[in-house]
């Protein structure tokens, strides 16, 4: 779930975004369906200068009863301890860890690499290279992505989230190449963000491309797609799914 000013939004390709509700309310309906984790990114609080409100985190944690992400300003040691102790099962980072890579090291040494989760946006170019792009996709580097994503893992990141900006909210399927190239080299789960819109994106993204988790946010928070069918659908797969 994104967060803005307390709000959940969703947009497409990182723009254009609209009211989705009360992430608290979300969060909750969506641990009740079945959903196996959430995560909750405040997608304004690196470029506005602000924090993620640890009153946000405590909120959710009263009332949401699976693991569970926050993101959005984590910038150290004591943003993390914060979150952490508010409720958060695990944090995300993503521009502040760009920026000082060692960041992700002393985090790591600190919590473990098992909470600390790295927060990749990515575009793919012209050349049909995927580049890292920071502050909520408004700022583009020129560093590849899957060299960023294997150093983090190096330096200690234990999860990937991986959202590619060309598919966020178009509803069109999953990046399959991008994921499967970072699934098929690197060790630790690869979450795959941005293009899910059917039953059958989910499948792709699992057996094609090899990503541990799939996220998605709009086809669930306007109700195209009910977490307990996607489950029901999966599992029919031949996909190892927990029961909703």
Known sequence: ?????????????????RDAG?????????????ADELVFLDITATIEKRKTLAELVR??????????????GVSSIEDVKVLL????DKISVNTAAFKHPQLINDLANEFG?????????????????????????RTKTNTICFD????????????????????????QGFALD?????????TVPIIASGGGGTMEHFKDVFLKA????????????FKELEIPELKRYLLKQNLPVRKS
């Not at 779930?1 to 975004?17: A, E, P, S």
């Not at 009360?22 to 079945?34: F, M, R, T």
């Open 178 to 186: 991008i994921t499967k190239q970072l699934a098929g080299n690197l």
């Open 59 to 72: 909120r959710i944690a009263k009332h949401v009863n699976i693991p569970f992400t926050v993101g959005g």
């Open 148 to 171: 960023w994503a294997k150093h983090a893992v190096m330096l200690g990141a234990g999860e990937i989230l991986l959202t590619s900006m060309d598919h966020d909210g178009t509803k």
């Open 85 to 88: 102790d508010n409720g958060a």
């Open 22 to 34: 009360d992430p608290v309310e979300l969060g909750a309906l969506y641990a009740q369906q079945g």
């Open 1 to 17: 779930m994104d967060i803005k000013d307390g709000r959940t939004v969703k947009g497409t390709n990182f723009v254009d975004l």
């Open 210 to 221: 090899g990503a541990d988790a799939a996220l998605a946010a709009s086809i669930f928070h």
């Open 113 to 137: 690499s098992q909470c600390i989760v790295l927060a990749i946006d990515a575009k793919k170019e012209d050349a049909g290279e995927w580049f890292v792009y920071l502050n909520g996709g």
